[in-house]
């Protein structure tokens, strides 16, 4: 990190240090920090599986949402 920039980030934050990116071996996996050996909660399953267009992009002008409200206010 810049150290000038340090003086701006409270001391406790910098005891963090960053992201540790080294794959590491858990329960026969081996996996990045980010990951999670244990797999999405039932419910997660549930709810995904329920959700009907998980692959499409979002609108990127959110066009019902500007029409919702809209109407809201």
Do not use: H, T
């Not at 071996?25 to 999670?36: H, T, Y």
């Not at 995904?48 to 500007?66: F, I, V």
């Amino acid at each position: 990190m810049d150290a000038g920039i340090d003086r701006f980030i409270r001391p406790p934050l910098l005891a963090i240090g960053g992201l540790d990116s080294k794959p590491r071996q858990v329960a026969g996996q081996r996996l990045m920090s980010n990951e999670n050996p244990y797999g999405c909660s039932p419910r997660v399953w549930q709810a995904l599986a329920n959700y009907r267009e998980l692959n499409l992009y979002p609108d990127p002008e959110q066009g019902e949402l500007k029409e919702l409200l809209s109407e809201y206010n």
